[in-house]
C-alpha cells in the first residue's frame, strides 16, 4: 500500500523537498530559492542552480523527516521530478532520489514537472483545501517562466494541449520586462506589485494573436514592444511611469490570457478551470479571473502561491497517484529537458 510519498522537485531553481499523503494532504513541505544567487546576472544560471541544489537537497530531505515528525519507515515511496527542465538541476534530484530509493528499498517514479502543476490545485493542508469537488474533465491554463499552455485534462495521465505560446512564455516576458525597468529577478512578482498602483490603460501594448481562431498565444512580440516603449521614454520618464508601464504591460499578457481561456471554455464548453503555475500567483490574474468566473458562471481552482510556484508537493501528489495505480520507474531512468513524447497529447 502506498500512503506517503516523499518527493523532490529540483527542476529548475528551487529545492523542495515534500511529504504528501493519498488523501492529497501535505504533511509538509520545505523549500530553499536563491534569488539572489542569480539576481547578479539578471536570470537564472544553470550551474548556480544545480550547485545549489547539491548543497540543500539532503538537508532539506533531514528537514521534511523531522519537521513532520515521520522517519524512514514510514515512507513508502519516493517521487522526483525527472522532466522537463534544466538538465544539470534535474540530475542532482534524480540521482540523489535513485540513491535513497535504494539505499532505503522504496519504490521510485521520475515525474513530469507540469503535471506536478496541473494537479497542484487539489492539494490540501492546514490552511488550504479545493472549496469544491472537482472532477475531470477540466480546462487548465499553465502559466510559469518556461510554459504557457492550455491543456484539456481528462484523467490522470490524459492531458491534451489546447494551445500554448509559440515563442517565450508569460512568466519569461514578465521576467525580461523587470530586468528591462531595472526592478530585479525575478521580475514577475516586483511588475505585480508596481502594477498594483499603476494605470493599465496609460501604455498601448499590443496583444498578438488575441484575435486568433486558435488557441496559441504569443509573447515575444509584447517584449519588444515594451523595451520600444522604454528606450522612447527614456531613463527619466520610464522611473516616473514605472507603475503605469507594470499596469500597462501586465494586463496585455492577461489580456491575451484571458481571451484565450475563454475561447477554450467556449468550445469545450467546460466551465471547470485550474490556473496553475509561477504566474497564476500574479495579484491581478487572480483578480480577474475571480471577476470573470463569476459572470461566465466558471467553477476556478487556483492553488496557493506556495503550490503556484514550483514545489515538491504537486510532485509528491502526482507520485503518490501513480504509485498506488502501480507504476515505477527503474535506476536506469534519465533526466529529459523536455516532455517525454507521451506525456501529452497535442490537439
Ligand atoms: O512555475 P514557476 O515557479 O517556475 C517555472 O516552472 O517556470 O514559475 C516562475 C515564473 C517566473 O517567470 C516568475 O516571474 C513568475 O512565475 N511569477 C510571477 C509572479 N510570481 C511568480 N509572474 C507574475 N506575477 C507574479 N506575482
Ligand atoms: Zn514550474
Known sequence: MIKKVLAVETSCDDTSVAIVDSSAQVLTQVSLTKDLDHAIFGGIVPEIASRNHSTALLPLVDEALRKSK???????????????????????????????????????????????????????D????????????????????????IYLVEGLGRYKILGATLDDAAGEAFDKFGKMLGLGFPGGVLVDQ?????????????????????????????????????????????????????????????????????????????????????VSANSGLRKQVELLAAKKSWTVAIPPVRY????????????????????????????????????????
Open 70 to 124: 515521520l522517519g524512514w519507515s514510514d515512507i513508502d515511496g519516493l517521487a522526483v521530478t525527472n522532466r522537463p527542465g534544466l538538465m544539470g538541476a534535474l540530475i542532482v534530484g534524480l540521482v540523489t532520489v535513485k540513491s535513497l530509493a535504494i539505499a532505503k528499498e522504496k519504490p521510485m517514479i521520475g515525474i513530469n514537472h507540469l503535471e506536478g502543476h496541473l494537479l497542484a490545485p487539489f492539494l490540501k
Open 126 to 149: 492546514e490552511t488550504y483545501q479545493p472549496s469544491f469537488q472537482f472532477g475531470e474533465p477540466y480546462i487548465a491554463l499553465a502559466v510559469s517562466g518556461g510554459h504557457t499552455t
Open 194 to 278: 508596481w502594477a498594483l498602483n499603476g494605470d493599465a490603460k496609460k501604455f498601448q501594448l499590443p496583444r498578438s494573436m488575441i484575435h486568433d481562431e486558435t488557441l496559441n498565444m504569443s509573447f515575444s512580440g509584447l517584449k519588444s514592444a515594451g523595451q520600444r516603449l522604454i528606450q522612447e521614454l527614456g531613463p527619466e520618464e520610464t522611473e516616473k511611469n514605472r507603475a503605469d508601464l507594470c499596469a500597462s504591460y501586465q494586463q496585455a499578457i492577461l489580456d491575451v490570457l484571458l481571451t484565450k481561456l475563454e475561447k477554450a471554455v467556449a468550445r469545450y464548453k467546460l466551465k471547470k478551470i485550474v490556473i496553475t503555475g509561477g
Open 308 to 347: 503556484c510556484t514550483d514545489n515538491a508537493a504537486m510532485i509528491g501528489l502526482v507520485g503518490v497517484l501513480r504509485l498506488q495505480a502501480g507504476e515505477r520507474h527503474d535506476f536506469d531512468l534519465g533526466p529529459s529537458p523536455s516532455n517525454w513524447d507521451n506525456d501529452f497529447e497535442v490537439l
